[in-house]
């Protein structure tokens, strides 16, 4: 369990260690040399108050003061979604309220568990043209027999 001050803390920390390491190598070196000095240094600029959208992001999201999280769950023996810790965390991690009123803040993999969401089923036309566009692109999607017969139960109300 982390306090909500935790979370940004740690959140902010991923978002500069992140910055750090793209300081290093030539990626600004060259980017100044194709744009120009003063659009390097108006993207670094720009950076720095990204650090003040993290934190109201957080903060917006984060009503209260403790939350269970992924290590929480960690007997659930899953791999979390790397793409929520660590690509942009205030946006794409859940806050997720448990039966019993403590709250999460889990990513994907968990909240999926979590909420018992076996399978994505689109619910407007728009999402299932997403869907039918992104099994295009990443070669379709693979058959799951497990997950369908979870996904059936679920929708049944058998998993409770």
Request: glycine share 4%.
């Amino acid at each position: 369990m982390k306090t909500r001050k935790q979370i940004v803390t740690e959140n902010l920390r991923l978002f500069k260690t992140r910055c750090e390491k793209s300081d290093k190598g030539d990626y600004y070196k060259s980017l100044a040399e194709e744009q120009g000095q003063e659009y390097v240094d108006k993207l670094l600029a720009e950076r720095q108050n990204y650090f003040i959208v993290i934190s109201a992001e957080l903060e917006k999201r984060l009503s209260e003061e403790a939350y269970l999280t992924c290590q929480d769950f960690d007997h659930f023996d899953v791999t979390c979604c790397d793409t929520c810790h660590s690509c942009y965390p205030h946006y794409e991690m859940w806050v997720v309220v448990l039966s019993d009123g403590r709250h999460a803040w889990v990513c994907d993999t968990i909240k999926d568990i979590l909420m018992r969401q076996t399978k994505f089923v689109p619910s407007t036309p728009d999402a299932e043209e997403a869907v039918r566009l992104l099994d295009e692109i990443f070669g379709g999607s693979q058959p799951d027999p497990v997950g369908d017969a979870l996904h059936e139960a679920s929708m049944a109300g058998e998993l409770r």
